[in-house]
């Protein structure tokens, strides 16, 4: 038998072929099943033209086997098989595609299945078996072929008997190594998640022998195991199926075999764009909220598919992260993949993917919105932070994409309303979006600082999500109006004369303001007669950029930069504490200094600062006990 040599460039190829072109070895069988299912669609083609042909489905399968003891696995088709010339040519020059070829020949142009198209694929089985043997008989033919080769060291061709046309690959699987397991490449379990990854939508059965345990005939709790071939992948992506073929159930199930999530998603998007790039897509809003979602390790992204074979498992670039909880999968014939088929050559018709994507994430969520409302709010719940951080990042770049799509828990509606709601109902004379921070909706509820904004009836927008206040800074006004914060100096609600009486009030009682702004020196920087208050008698409010939620946000931060907000300690002086603290200020300073900070400790806890010295604090409360 005379041994061919690869050509030398062949040679140094094919060791990176088997070495550096893909990340991942289980890869081989995606590539040699999608060689089989090409093997098949050339038969399908050339029955379309050829009377003498008839195409029947049945006929036609893929079938895996292994055989364990001797560390074999066999992948058969039925497909069109190869000639002496053919094997020499697809099999013997590396990137030579038959298939590609194939195409050409019969101007197959758009919408076929083909996907062959570098003439390397093969080779990736050598990642895992030590000899390949091909075994085939071309349609048409009557010899079959044996080639064989162990890899950089050339190939044989002999004659051998094989009965059906068709192709039979046969590897030798590898010896575990220190660092690599082979043996998993026998296991069923293993070789049919790997089917199910990459070939689930290969149009035709990928048949394998499975073991299955059934209970024992006449027996209750005897189990034996059966044999029984089984086809392992669903064979029709539900994406190219019609769509008002398919039932809410049929998605539904589609998410939970492709482990998108184990909730029942609250909504689907199914997209077919048949324009600039064409594509199928469906996508998935989940209903909870994955457990590492808003942690380092999660990753965002949806399956790529090109022409049904999985391509990459988490594409990130098809979606922004502001709609990183999206689930699902794009399939695209228009991709321009690299020869590994891992990665894209140009990400020209990927980039026009996610923004139509996008588009549609965010039309669909807004008429989720209108529609049911119910289910936007569970929707919202979940991930509502994750819009909320996508208004603030980038510097506020996707603001407007995502402003329609907020929600805040609203003081007089008692319930969650959007921008454009509170917008509606705002009073005429009303110049400001209030909104009030704090812990959870109770605590707000009872905040001094949105006595005055609520007693003009105003609605208040309750902020408890750290990154509420953030994203509102950067999206700065809604409509027109700015948003205003209940503990912001300037609540543009006084009338001028309101103003000029506390102006005067102010100089009143400078000096006694003047001392207490003396007793907090470092802690306050005003203190002041308070136009927002009514029942309390102290609270405090903020001048400046940072708002005290934010100093506790940022405070929080494990790069915190200590930055603190200027707090201003707001008196009542309607208060009858406030006749005491005069009273004091002319008699007894002790008590005048006492007072002072029994009130601005008081006003750290009603914001939910801590105390700087709990101690003195209680201390102080003993003292007006006594
Ligand atoms: P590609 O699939 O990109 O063309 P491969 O290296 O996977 O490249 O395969 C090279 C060529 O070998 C194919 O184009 C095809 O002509 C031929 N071939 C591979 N596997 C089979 C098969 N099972 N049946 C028939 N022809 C095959
Ligand atoms: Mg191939």
């Not at 992948?75 to 098989?81: F, L």
């Not at 080639?147 to 690959?169: A, H, L, N, R």
Request: aromatic residues 10%; glycine residues 4%.
């Amino acid at each position: 038998m005379e041994k061919k040599q690869f050509q030398a460039e062949s040679k140094r190829l094919l060791e990176m072929m088997i070495n550096s072109i893909y990340s991942q070895k289980e890869i081989f069988l995606r590539e040699l099943i999608s060689n089989a299912s090409d093997a098949i669609d050339k038969i399908y083609y050339k029955a379309l033209t050829d009377d003498s042909l008839s195409f029947d489905k049945d006929n036609y399968f893929i079938k895996v086997s292994a055989d364990k003891e001797n560390r074999t696995l066999k992948i058969s088709d039925t497909g069109i098989g190869m000639t002496k010339e053919e094997l020499e040519n697809n099999l013997g020059i590396i990137a030579k595609s038959g298939s590609l070829a194939f195409k050409n020949e019969n101007e197959l142009k758009d919408g076929h299945d083909i996907i062959g198209q570098f003439g390397v694929g093969f080779y990736s089985a050598f990642m895992v078996a030590d000899t390949v043997t091909v075994i085939t008989k071309a349609l048409g033919h009557d010899a079959a072929y044996k080639w064989e080769s162990q890899g950089t060291d050339g190939y044989t061709i002999e004659p051998c008997d094989k009965v059906e046309v068709g192709t039979e690959i046969l590897l030798k699987i590898k010896e575990n190594a220190e660092d690599e397991n082979y043996d998993e490449y026998l296991e069923e379990y293993r070789l049919k998640a790997i089917i199910k990854k990459y070939s689930d939508f290969i149009r035709y059965p990928i048949k394998m022998e499975v073991t299955e345990k059934r209970p024992k005939e006449g027996s209750e709790n005897e189990f034996e195991d059966v044999q029984e071939e089984q086809i392992i992948n669903s064979m029709v992506p539900i994406w190219r199926k019609n769509k008002n073929e398919l039932t809410p159930e049929d998605y539904e199930n589609f998410y939970i075999e492709k482990h998108y999530g184990f909730d029942k998603p609250i909504k689907h998007i199914h997209i077919s764009v048949d324009g600039a790039v064409r594509y199928n897509a469906i996508l998935f809003i989940p209903e909870q909220i994955p457990f590492d979602y808003y942690s380092k390790e999660f990753e965002k992204g949806l399956e790529l598919y090109s022409n049904g074979v999985l391509i990459m498992d988490k594409c990130s670039d098809l979606l922004p992260d502001y709609f990183s909880f999206v689930k699902g999968m794009v399939d695209s014939e228009d991709l321009s993949l690299n020869i590994s088929r891992e990665m894209l050559q140009h990400d020209r018709q990927l980039k026009l993917i996610a923004k139509n994507i996008n588009k549609k994430i965010k039309s669909e969520l807004q008429s989720l919105l209108k529609d049911d409302r119910e289910k936007y709010e569970q929707f919202y719940k979940s991930f509502g932070r994750q819009l909320k951080y996508g208004v603030y990042s980038d510097f506020g770049r996707n603001k407007d994409v995502l402003q329609d799509l907020l929600m805040f828990y609203s003081s007089t509606e008692k319930k969650m309303v959007t921008l454009d709601e509170y917008v509606s109902r705002m009073a005429e004379d009303q110049k400001y979006i209030y909104y009030a921070s704090g812990e959870s909706y109770d605590r707000i509820e009872k905040l001094p600082q949105t006595e005055v904004v609520a007693e003009k009836g105003y609605e208040i927008l309750y902020f408890t999500d750290d990154v509420d206040e953030f994203a509102i800074r950067m999206l700065m006004t809604y409509k027109e109006k700015e948003f205003k914060s209940v503990s912001s100096g300037d609540l543009g609600i006084e009338a001028e004369e309101a103003q000029e009486q506390t102006d005067s009030e102010e100089s009143e009682n400078k000096a006694l303001f003047d001392y207490m702004k003396e007793v907090l020196a470092g802690k306050v920087k005003d203190v002041r007669v308070s136009k927002r208050l009514r029942s309390y008698p102290v609270c405090l409010s903020t001048d400046g950029e940072v708002s005290i939620e934010m100093e506790k946000v940022l405070s929080a931060m494990p790069d915190n930069q200590n930055i603190k907000a200027d707090k201003v300690l707001e008196i009542n002086i309607n208060h009858e504490v406030f006749n005491s603290l005069k009273d004091a200020f002319e008699k007894d300073k002790e008590k005048v200094n006492l007072y002072t900070n029994l009130l601005y400790n008081q006003a750290l806890l009603i914001e939910g600062l801590p105390i700087h010295d709990p101690v003195e604090f209680t201390n102080d409360i003993c003292k007006i006990m006594v």
